[in-house]
């Protein structure tokens, strides 16, 4: 790649600075700042910026996405990689990218080095922009690195070029997913009468919907032993904003909503299962329940399951509230799903219209120190 074919959005200058980078394989989803390659990213980072360099960093995985995080805390200067082309939109993905991690303009350049999607997962790119920072860097800084993987191949290509600092590499260790254990054998709910839909809550890879990638990986920096955006926590948040903020992921053409289920919790507790592809539990036995006539008035209604061909049959008003039933692998009408679209404000709704579940009963007490609304714990009280 040439100077003249180079798509740029910043201050291009930094190109011509030294640079540094820092490669790490890939990382548990849900990392916490005590980590060992949490803890020597951070340090390797700070030497970067101390000697002047200017570190290259880039989007899409957590360990690349705190590299940005952490030269802009410092007040480093830095290059981003952007592993895919915004096909004329470059100064919207740079604008938006400064935005959500609280850069400041001057101080950061994004070069593209990705082709367009057009349909190809983002993760097709991340090789040739893993390439292009090794070519681009005269300091390497290998820190958790898997060994006989694409980074450990490129490092030892570079073994004799003066390139690698490993000052700060420790022994890679693969992560290792050990889901909590929700036994659900001896609980018993009286849910005589139930006239609630549930919000339920669970690990969130990432930030929260409405939260900047800059607040998340400061408090992830700052998270000790504890992964900070666990399902209790997701539900902590809520409580304190009074406000579930609805997210477009998973629902089709992107629209903005939130899930509730009408099923009573004991119900829910039976569906739970943990998904290895995705690294997470469906649900989490964690939720907010609102009086269900109270939750009408605000505009959330069931959804209507039905087949791919229905779904360019229903008016634009109909759509968001449009559910694939499923096949034989997984029905989806059993979780009865209702949605609300846009955020969900309970300010509106009377503390004696909500209640919270919660699942140990050490997460009832504290809950109970930040709302009035009752908090009921699966533990039982």
């Not at 995705?278 to 087949?307: C, D, L, Q, S, T």
């Amino acid at each position: 790649m040439t100077g003249d074919t180079m798509l740029v959005e910043g201050d291009k200058s930094l190109l011509g600075e030294k640079l540094a980078v820092i490669l790490n394989s890939s990382q548990s989803k849900t990392p916490c700042g005590n980590d060992s390659w949490v803890a020597r990213t951070a340090a390797a980072a700070r030497r970067i910026i101390d000697s002047g360099f200017v570190m290259i960093t880039s989007t899409g995985i957590v360990t690349w996405e705190l590299l940005v995080h952490l030269a802009a805390a410092t007040s480093g200067r830095q290059v981003i990689l952007c592993p895919v082309t915004g096909e004329g939109l470059e100064k919207e993905l740079f604008d938006i990218t400064v935005a959500d991690f609280g850069l400041d303009p001057n101080k950061c350049a994004m070069l593209f080095v990705g082709s367009p999607l057009r349909g190809r997962s983002p993760k097709k790119n991340w090789p040739g922009r893993d390439g292009q920072a090794v070519a681009m860097a005269q300091k390497i800084y290998p820190i958790s690195i898997r060994p006989g993987g694409r980074l450990d191949t490129m490092i030892k290509s570079n073994a004799d070029s003066g390139k690698i600092d490993d000052r700060f590499h420790i022994e890679y260790a693969p992560a290792v997913y050990r889901p909590t254990h929700y036994d659900i054998s001896g609980i018993k709910l009286d849910v005589e009468n139930w006239d609630f839909i549930t919000h339920w809550t669970k690990t969130r890879h990432g930030p929260w919907p409405g939260e900047t990638r800059s607040a998340f990986y400061g408090r992830l920096l700052a998270s000790d032993n504890r992964y900070p955006n666990s399902a209790f926590d997701t539900l902590i948040n809520i409580v304190r904003e009074r406000k579930i903020r609805a997210s477009s992921d998973k629902i089709r053409d992107s629209f903005p909503a939130i899930g509730f289920s009408e099923c009573p919790p004991i119900d829910i507790l039976k569906m739970l299962r943990w998904c290895p592809r995705r690294v997470n539990w469906n649900f989490e036995p964690y939720g907010i329940a609102v009086k269900r006539p109270v939750a009408e008035k605000m505009g959330a209604k069931p959804v209507i399951y039905g087949i791919d061909e229905d779904y360019r049959k229903f008016s634009e008003s109909a759509k968001p509230f449009f559910q694939n039933r499923g096949g034989k692998a997984v029905d989806w009408r059993g979780e009865r799903e209702w949605r609300h679209i846009g955020d969900f404000d309970f300010n509106q709704v009377p503390d004696d219209k909500i209640m919270f579940y919660v699942w140990r009963r050490i997460e009832a007490d504290y809950l109970r120190k930040l709302t009035s609304c009752p908090v009921m714990s699966f533990e039982g009280d």
